[in-house]
């Protein structure tokens, strides 16, 4: 299975970006999926879930900011990042809430003060 996660980029702080994560060989609708992320010099942590009917999870350092969804039908699942802190600048990934894929490349997002 490859992840592929895409969408990022560079906005200033207080903007918007939508980040999606699709796979080849498997069916992302069949798996609980999470997007981690990390930024410099730190380690990878969790900040969003969902489960496979839908039940969503957040970190408390983005909860209310960010919002996780899928697209069964384009085995897509996606990020929406709204008020965006310099603090969220890291390379985003999606995976099994179980980490149980390889990871990807991710996409960095870059947030300016």
């Known amino acids: 299975v490859q992840l592929q996660a895409s969408g990022g980029g560079l906005v200033q702080a207080g903007g918007s970006v939508r980040v999606s994560c699709t796979a080849s060989?498997?069916?992302?609708?069949?798996?609980?999926m999470a997007w981690f992320r990390q930024a410099p010099g730190e380690q990878r942590e969790l900040v969003a879930r969902?489960?496979?009917?839908?039940?969503?999870g957040y970190a408390n350092s983005v909860r209310g900011r960010f919002t996780i969804s899928r697209d069964n039908a384009k085995n897509t699942v996606y990020l929406q990042m709204n008020s965006l802190k310099p603090e969220d600048t890291a390379v985003y990934y999606c995976?099994?809430?179980?980490?149980?894929?390889?990871w990807g490349q991710g996409t960095l997002v870059t947030v300016s003060s």
């Open positions: 995976n099994t809430q179980s980490r149980s894929f390889s």
């Open positions: 060989g498997s069916t992302l609708s069949r798996a609980a």
């Open positions: 969902i489960s496979i009917t839908g039940v969503t």
